[in-house]
């Protein structure tokens, strides 16, 4: 995840587990799976062997047969899914997969937009602003959600010029609060 936006979803933060996309359908008629899914994570998604399902209480482990992408969605064939009927009775289940497979070839200044979510943000001075709630695309770029501690919420763009500091290790991200961007309580 880069800091101009290669998210397309709100991620909440899940710690062994992380949600990779979700089922919208079925492919074609051997079982096949059609899923949305995180853009530049291909190379990662590529090596995931088992995703887990989740949808409200249902939680279950999938074998991967094969894994493609095609016209902007993944498609995938799991071992034990071999029709129509089995592959839609899927559709709505969110991908899960270990935290530490997509964090593997991260590049420099690339981070998981899990490990954002509830982080504490600070002011240059290192006056405390607020937490992470969330991280969303808007198309032209991604914006991270700060609540204050009077749980009020403010949307910030999620560009250097205004996000200079993001560090993983020292759990903090630095906004550089120009007039009008999070009120100072």
């Known amino acids: ?3 101009q936006g290669l998210s397309n979803r709100k ?3 899940n710690k062994e587990y992380l949600s990779a996309g979700k089922i919208v359908g079925f492919y ?6 059609r899923a949305g899914y995180t853009h530049g994570r291909e190379k990662q998604l590529e090596m995931v062997k088992e995703f ?3 949808k409200d209480n249902d939680k279950f482990p999938l074998k991967v047969e094969a894994l493609r992408f ?3 969605q993944m498609i995938i064939k799991f071992v034990t899914v071999d029709s129509v009927d089995d592959a ?3 559709k709505g289940f969110i991908l899960k997969v270990k935290k530490s497979i997509l ?4 590049e420099e200044d690339e981070f998981l937009i899990a490990d954002l979510v509830g982080l504490p943000a600070y002011d240059k001075k290192m006056k405390l602003l607020g937490t992470i709630k969330f991280v969303a695309d808007q198309g032209s770029g991604s914006i991270i959600s700060i609540e204050n501690e009077q749980k009020k919420q403010y949307l910030v763009p999620f560009v250097k010029d205004l996000v200079p500091v993001v560090d ?4 903090m991200i630095v906004i550089n609060n120009i007039p009008g961007l999070v009120d100072e309580e």
């Open 1 to 3: 995840y880069k800091r």
């Open 11 to 13: 991620f909440f933060m």
């Open 28 to 33: 074609g008629i051997k079982g096949e799976v």
């Open 52 to 54: 887990i399902l989740e």
């Open 70 to 72: 095609h016209k902007g």
């Open 88 to 90: 839609n009775d899927l």
């Open 103 to 106: 964090e593997q070839n991260l």
């Open 168 to 171: 993983i290790q020292k759990q």
